[in-house]
């Protein structure tokens, strides 16, 4: 054992930390700038984050809407690692503010009205009889560490196929926290070794995923994220953000314990999402498009892509960037107990096993989790 852990600590040295999500090297010369959502920090302020390469400053403009075009607020200067932040005002009606440098533009955001509720979550979103919900979870993951209090990293389990697996590490090279996103990595090792205490035999992949196991769980109510993943078209990657029954209050076994997959992405598949509901003792006998999973929701690989849960004793309704993607009303008792939140990069299985195409490392970048009730 002494011998065994003396090897993992020499590969894991080796390793290269994750880059910084969406950073380019000091000698790129392609501008990019990203803008990150608005944050709310009082009934008149909002405060507007990003990251820009090549430029050490950014033009912060608001859209005009009686001018029909954009207008320059101000100018901000970055840091030495790129990231930039400023406040912009809440007024009487949402505003969008996008930042630029050079030929570089970002996304547009929104920055909520005065008069928009809000609390931790941001703007409060509208239930369908027009009251608002009410925020449980939000997590932004700023800082540089992870929230231990809210996230436990898993060690115990691998993934990928039965040649082909990552063991699950707690360490920095798959799981780490910075620029104000999660950062969850599958790599190769440069000396195969055992996982999981020796659980499982010699492998050089190791990954990154995390669950708020006995630390977080609820039972209905609407979850968001926020990902992106690494663009590639051949086999071999695959991405979840899902929801497993709390063992606190469930002794069922699976899959009639229920799982609900609110977004599995699959490199084999470059521009899909697939969310699928686990259910009934011979989990409805297999995929049914349109009651258990969807093949049709839209999700290009390498941008950030929104998954949006909505959740009651009588419904399960599926987003994929404001899209609906599935709905399933069968109020199974599966789905009426508390759930925790997981968030996973794996190798692939079956057609989409890892065949050493798709590069890697490969990164599942999480901006944000929400929740509501």
């Known amino acids: 054992m002494r011998k065994m852990l ?18 380019e090297s000091s000698a790129a010369t392609k501008v990019r700038v990203r ?60 505003q969008r503010y996008r930042a630029t440098a050079g030929p570089a533009v970002s996304v547009p955001r929104r920055v909520p009205a005065a008069s928009d509720p809000v609390d931790a979550c941001g703007i409060r979103p509208r239930r369908t009889d027009g009251s608002y919900w009410a925020c449980t979870l939000a997590e932004n993951f700023t800082g540089s560490e992870l929230n231990r209090e809210v996230w436990m990293p898993q060690t115990f389990f691998r993934s990928g196929s039965d040649t082909t697996w990552a063991c699950y590490l707690d360490h920095p090279s798959v799981l780490s926290v910075h620029d ?39 039972q209905y109510g609407r979850l968001e994220a926020r990902i992106k993943n690494t663009a590639t078209t051949a086999p071999g990657l695959q991405e979840s953000f899902w929801l497993w029954p709390d063992d606190r209050y469930n002794d069922e076994p699976w899959p009639a314990a229920g799982e609900i997959d609110i977004a599995e992405t699959y490199s084999q598949f470059p521009d899909l999402a697939v969310p699928y509901l686990h259910y009934t003792e011979n989990d409805n006998g297999g995929p049914i498009p349109g009651l ?48 925790i939140i997981a968030l996973t990069q794996l190798l692939g299985t079956g057609a989409n096993e890892y065949d050493g195409r798709a590069p890697l490392p490969a990164t599942m970048t999480v901006d944000y989790v929400k929740v509501w009730e």
Do not use: M
Request: aromatic share 8%.
């Open 6 to 23: 003396a090897s993992l600590l020499v590969a894991i040295t080796a390793l290269t930390p994750p880059p910084s999500a969406g950073a």
């Open 292 to 339: 258990n999973t969807a093949w049709d929701c839209t999700a290009q690989r390498g941008v950030f892509n929104t998954y949006t849960l909505q959740w009651s004793a009588t419904l399960l309704e599926i987003r994929v960037n404001g899209t609906s993607c599935l709905v399933n009303t069968s109020g199974d008792p599966a789905f009426r107990k508390p759930y």
């Open 35 to 94: 803008l990150d959502a608005p944050r709310t920090v009082d009934h008149d302020t909002a405060r507007l984050r990003g990251k820009v390469t090549g430029r050490d400053a950014v033009s912060i403009q608001r859209y005009a809407v009686g001018r029909g075009r954009w207008i320059r607020v101000k100018r901000v200067r970055v840091n030495r690692t790129g990231v930039f932040t400023t406040t912009v005002p809440r007024t009487g009606r949402w």
């Open 180 to 218: 104000g996103a999660l950062h969850l990595t599958v790599r190769r090792l440069p000396v195969p070794l055992p996982c999981a205490g020796g659980r499982f035999a010699l492998t050089p992949y190791v990954a990154g995923s995390v669950a708020t196991y006995r630390l977080f769980s609820q």
